[in-house]
């Protein structure tokens, strides 16, 4: 089929045009155009957020950064507040107090105003690593400027809340030369104590006992001692450290020496105002061989064998003896009233009589049934230390005043007690009838009757005899506790004794 220029082909019929919806149409603009608004509306929301959030950042920003070149406030090293400063103002500042610190340190150990030692850290070989100080520091001046702004400004609140401190590290202390030199001290102050004792026994003196004081020993107790060096070198702390030794006490005191040589008894015996020189002399030389003597616990002294036989080479001189009530001259007259005087001592003291015996007839010086004849070789007073220590014996005839003698004999040892003493009481339980016989004695020395038809002389009354008893009795505080029996003696009877002449008479 031929076609012609601008000839069409038909075509098929077109379709006939759609009408249009009014309401979509309306509904699709409006969804347009709130779409717009909402648009809008959030990008504008948009800007202001971010406008406020820089305005926060800067404000942060602001106060974190006056510190982003010195230290935050309340940080503190060897308690120097680095807040502030800068990086090598806070370096100068800790450095300098190191070294001051390991230059300037001392400590003077003192004893009673000496100085035994002045400590310096060269002592204990005690040094800071500066390079650790350098790191600390580091360490201390990054607080604050690392991370966000937020960040920072969080530790900048937590260092106002809780500061941080810390401290620069010295080098271990080196106790060895430290140990050393304590030890001399310790030689130095460590003694033992002394005992107190009895140096001298002078039995001359009115307090016969030289005693020698106690001395307090002292001990050091080094490992204290050390560690409180060692915590003021820790903390820098210089000055003065006085050393305290603990005191040692010594077992024996002086009061416990004075308590063995107590006073346990004194006994006094008046001295007749008719006794002779020599008389008076014999009890003078018994004392002089008595006095001072020393009785060991568990010992005896026998009077007989301390005063000696009564001899002229042993210093005693002729006086006057009684011997079966009669009187006589013999060498040593006098001294039963020395042993009567010991006797009444040791029985006061609480030493045990071994052996006494009582004179036949009374005595001037004491109460009958109160003392102790002697003889050489048949009456002895025997006389045992019971006590725990030893006995010591002082014995003298002392002028009381002028022209007037008392014997005194003392006894020191372990003390009785406290308020503790003795005395004697005697009583008559008995008394015996006087013989009616006389005895006629010869006048041999021609002393009151001469001649056979002389009138006899009455050389001593007839007497009674009697019992005494005594008993010891014993004090405490003033008070009568006890009453012991001590001796029954009995003073014989006499008869009247008359001396007749024995030459015949002269007849012119």
Known sequence: MNYQQGYRP?????????????????LLVALGAAAAVAAIALGVKTAVSAFQEKQRLDALAAEVA???????????????????????????????????????????????????????YSDLDVSTDISEVYAQLEALYKIGKLGTVEEKKAELDALRETPVYEYTMQSDLKEERLDNILEQIRQQLTYDPADAYLAYFRPDMNDPFIIQDEQYGSSLDTSALKAEILARASSGSSGSLEIHPDPVAPKVTKADVRRQVALRSKATTP???????????????????????????????????????????????????????????????????????????????????????????????????????????????????????????????????????????????????????????????????????????KDTSHTYVTYKDEEPYLLRKARDGFVNVTYLQKWVDGELIEETFVSRDTCKERETVYLVGTLDPVIE
């Open 10 to 26: 038909p075509q098929a019929p077109a379709q006939p045009p759609r009408k249009k919806n009014k309401f979509l149409r309306a």
């Open 66 to 120: 006056p510190y982003q070149s010195v230290f935050l406030p309340n940080i503190y090293l060897d308690d120097i507040p680095l807040g502030g400063m800068t990086a090598q103002e806070g370096i100068d500042a800790v450095v300098s107090q190191i070294q001051n610190r390991e230059s300037g340190w001392s400590l003077a150990l003192t004893y009673q105003s000496h100085v035994f030692y002045t400590l310096h």
């Open 271 to 441: 001295v007749s105002s008719a006794s002779t020189e020599d008389r008076t002399n014999n009890i003078r030389t018994a004392f002089s061989y008595l006095n001072g003597q020393v009785v060991q616990p568990g010992a005896k002294l026998s009077f007989n064998k301390v005063a000696k036989e009564r001899t002229l080479a042993n210093g005693y001189k002729y006086a006057i003896e009684y011997i079966s009530g009669m009187e006589e001259m013999g060498i040593g007259g006098g001294v039963c009233q020395a042993s009567t005087t010991l006797y009444l001592a040791a029985l006061k003291s609480k030493m045990e009589i071994v052996s006494r015996i009582s004179h036949s007839d009374p005595v001037s010086y004491t109460t009958f049934g109160q003392d102790a004849t002697v003889y050489w070789n048949r009456y002895d007073l025997v006389i045992r230390n019971t006590a725990d220590g030893p006995i010591y014996i002082t014995a003298k005839v002392v002028e009381k005043k002028k022209n007037s003698y008392e014997c005194q004999v003392c006894i020191y040892g372990p003390s009785l007690g406290d308020g503790v003493s003795y005395a004697l009481r005697t009583e008559t339980v008995e008394t015996i009838a006087a013989p009616l016989s006389e005895t006629y004695v």
